[in-house]
């Protein structure tokens, strides 16, 4: 019966792949494409979709360990600060003109500083010879309120041209996806997932609470540690990717509970394609919707996210809390 | 495990632990677990009596002293080898995900490349919830719950089962056939227990009970001889009564409260 689900979940997952290469404000017929559409197709749709598939899985997969790992159902991988880290880093960049590495600049000092600040929260939540949730949890939500701060100070006294680009692509702006960063941020993500997806056990036993883990034969805090690094890593590479896109790592796990149930490892992997085809359709959209003007991503995930989880919040068996 | 070897199974020598900056919870703490023995612990609210079970378990480790399983230090074992021999049955059991009795069940599993013993679905009928196998822990009982993780524990196999207030939240029929459960793998397998208790009626069934005060052992033997007014009245901090009833059995008596 799983396996059915599972099977009908991909198949959905590569059809809104394929639907968000081929439609938009222009059709591409696939059997019968010219020179331009092939163009087009080539060097705009796949690596833009491409990177949506990518963001989304990562941050799919990141929601559902991180929840995991907080034990809490309510966790995105943004409430550890990672994602207004790396905005405030790479609108800092912006305002001091940081352009040295080209096209590549925002993405760069947006995962430096995704990167230090999964130190930070990290360094925060140890005690002890150890991770603790709730410290990992406060500190992510004390560290997301100062950087958000900062950023807004920073965006109230500069008139940068620039700032119009931080802002929007803080809102998830894939429109500037190219192939330059694909190769590296598929990288940090599949060493992500591979973590992920090799503890799942772990994070079954987690979610029982440390004592149970430990009872079960699993070194508790070591393994919280690996699974906050694929978190980091995860998050830090979809961010440099195409900034803060909401709801799908909060929102994916559930939706993934819900049909498939709760056994992480088939959580983990469904919830990355979930996600990953999750973002292809919200990018759709927002390309589509009015021409030719472009909705941020994240702002489609959100509008169309926030109602479904508000429903799904309704039903008792899905969020049990 | 080795034949030739008849000493304790599990063993507290001198065993001190205290949370950096705190005082001492548990002091000079030595005491052994024979094959097969059934120990009941005993004591007050914030004794210890916890804090004794997750040193035995290897979850704390003493500041002071060893902990050793088979006569060997506890913490030498690789994780994977411990959970097949030592098993915890934590005081609280919180779940907030939809995880079924199957899945939770399954768990118990996690410690073997080659599933043991039983399977998940005969885990799950020794503690008589074959008709919810398929159900989300989540929509249960308090006590339902309470036996899908006894199913889980039994299913890990573990010879020394470290119980942390099993009973807690189970109806009186639960708690006697748990019991009932235990004795049987006992006789079976022999297996040890140590189990913390809240109720000294129960207590009296225990071959052997340990009455903890204040992180040390006040009194360990058998339960005529450890549960006796004076030594109760210093562990609890309250009068009452050791009665035999008409069968012969021990009960304690508070007299009338209400």
Redesign the interface.
């Known amino acids: 019966m799983r396996t059915v689900r599972m099977g009908i979940f991909i198949a959905v997952a590569v059809l809104l792949f394929l639907l968000a290469l081929f439609a938009g404000p222009r059709m591409i017929n696939p059997f019968g494409m010219s020179t331009t559409e092939r163009e087009i197709l080539l060097s705009i749709r796949l690596p833009r979709v491409v990177v949506a598939m990518l963001i989304g899985m990562a941050l799919g997969a990141s929601g559902a360990v991180l929840q ?1 790992v907080l ?1 809490n ?1 309510l966790a995105d991988p943004y409430i550890l600060g990672i994602s207004s880290g790396a905005s405030l880093a790479a609108a800092l960049g912006l305002l001091t003109g940081f352009y040295a590495f080209g096209s590549v600049s925002i993405p760069l000092t947006a995962f430096i500083g995704a990167a230090l600040v999964s130190l930070l929260v990290g360094a925060f939540g140890w005690k ?1 010879g150890g991770l603790w949730p709730e410290r990992l949890l406060l500190a992510g939500i004390g560290l997301n309120f100062l950087f958000s701060a900062v950023l807004m100070l920073l965006l109230s006294v500069s008139s940068d041209e620039g700032l119009r680009r931080a802002i929007l692509w803080m809102f998830g702006d894939l429109s500037m996806a190219d192939w330059t960063l694909i190769p590296s941020a598929s990288l940090f993500m599949v060493i992500g997932l591979g973590v992920a997806f090799a503890r799942s ?1 772990a994070l ?2 987690l ?6 883990a ?6 508790v805090q070591r393994e919280r540690l690996m699974m906050f690094g694929a978190i980091a890593l995860m998050t830090a590479a979809s961010v440099a990717l195409g900034g803060t896109i909401g709801f799908i790592g909060l929102l994916m796990p559930h939706i993934v ?1 819900f049909l498939l ?3 992480s490892r088939v959580l983990i992997p469904a919830s990355a394609v979930a996600g990953g085809a999750f973002l292809c359709l919200a990018d759709l959209i927002g390309r589509s919707i009015m021409p030719p003007l472009e909705l941020p991503s994240g702002t489609v995930t959100a509008i169309i996210g926030a109602p479904y989880f508000l429903y799904l919040l309704r039903r008792k ?2 969020l ?2 | 495990m080795s034949s030739a070897y008849s000493g304790p199974i599990l063993e507290l020598r001198g065993a001190s632990f205290r949370y950096p900056g705190e005082g001492m919870i548990v002091q000079d703490l030595s005491f052994s677990v024979a094959n097969g023995e059934f120990i009941g612990l005993l004591g007050a609210n914030g004794s210890g009596k916890s804090t004794i079970l997750k040193l035995a378990a290897g979850m704390l480790k003493p500041s002071k002293g060893q902990v050793r399983l088979w006569d060997k230090p506890l913490h030498t074992y690789r994780n994977k080898d411990r959970a097949k021999l030592l098993c915890y049955f934590p005081q609280h059991l919180d779940v907030n995900v939809p995880f079924t009795v199957r899945e939770i069940v399954g768990m118990g599993l996690y410690p073997y490349d080659i599933p043991p013993h039983m399977t998940v679905d005969e885990a799950i009928a020794m503690v008589g919830l074959e008709d919810k196998a398929g159900t989300y822990v989540t929509n249960l009982s308090g006590g339902e719950r309470r036996r899908v993780f006894i199913a889980m524990t039994l299913i890990q196999g573990a010879g020394v089962l470290l119980l942390d207030e099993p009973l807690a939240n189970l109806d009186i029929k639960y708690q006697i056939e748990f019991l009932r459960l235990l004795r049987g793998l006992q006789k079976q397998k022999g297996i040890s227990v140590i189990m913390a208790l809240h109720d000294i009626n129960i207590a009296f069934q225990f071959e052997k009970v340990m009455l903890i005060n204040d992180g040390s052992v006040l009194g360990s033997g058998s339960p005529e001889g450890v549960l006796t007014g004076p030594l109760l009245k210093e562990a609890f901090d309250v009068a009452v009564d050791v009665e035999r009833s008409a069968n012969g059995a021990l009960y304690i008596s508070h007299g009338t409260i209400l």
């Open positions: 995991g034990r159902p002890r056990r079954n036993a979610i029982l609470g440390d004592e149970f430990h009872s079960l034969g699993f070194a509970r149930g709760a056994d068996d899905v049990s809390i």
